[in-house]
């Protein structure tokens, strides 16, 4: 079973190194962390009493992977949801921010919990997604993959210079759908053919 710093340590590869991608709305990036995240967290990581690019150039790999630790998984509490749903939520967070948490309690409030989707992981949210889990916690993480791929394709309709993180320039998946299929069974993958009628209207 892969542990919480196996799946920061994944997360770190997949972002990649320094990305300064002008349709990114996150902006400039280095392992998936941002220089506004650095500014955040107050992280001078080249000691000169300034956070700026610089300090995002200098961010080393173990560096990156101990923000995502401390800053995505324990400090918003997705350490307190069930083991069954925390590596999918965790690699959401460090992805969409509180939104990881928006769309679960989206999903616990669809299947009759009665809870606020704020975005926040407080007593209801652990509560209920402990007992959506114990009834059936790999269709528990099967739903949440799905609704993450729903996001996904919701922000590509909205923003057509998102579309390419959803769809290869061949018009296969991209990685966002990837990353979203990669924490759900198998049978839910969208075959090529689905797929390609789902993004259809992408110009």
Do not use: C
Not at 119 to 146: H, K, L, N
Not at 149 to 159: E, G, Q
Not at 182 to 187: I, K, L, Q, V, Y
């Amino acid at each position: 079973m892969l542990t919480i710093r196996d799946i920061a340590e994944d997360i770190v590869t997949r972002e990649g190194g320094f990305v300064d991608d002008p349709d990114d709305p996150g902006g400039v990036t280095k392992y998936g962390v941002t220089l506004k995240t650095l500014r955040r967290l107050g992280l001078d990581t080249t000691g000169d009493g300034l956070v700026s690019l610089r300090d995002l150039k200098s961010l080393t790999r173990d560096q990156a992977v101990e923000i995502f630790i401390h800053h995505y998984f324990e400090a918003p509490g997705v350490s307190t949801l069930p083991v069954a749903i925390q590596a999918s939520v965790f690699d959401m967070y460090v992805n969409a921010g509180a939104n990881a948490v928006k769309i679960l309690q989206s999903l616990l409030r669809q299947m009759g919990y009665s809870l606020q989707a704020d975005g926040v992981i407080g007593p209801q949210t652990e509560a209920s997604a402990s007992d959506a889990a114990a009834i059936d916690a790999t269709a528990f993480r099967d739903a949440y993959g799905i609704a993450r791929r729903n996001y996904y394709f919701r922000l590509a309709d909205r923003r057509s210079a998102s579309r390419k993180y959803a769809r290869t320039r061949a018009g296969g998946k991209g990685g966002w759908i990837l990353r979203a299929e990669a924490f759900m069974s198998p049978h839910y993958h969208l075959p090529k053919e689905s797929f390609a009628k789902r993004v259809a209207q992408w110009q």
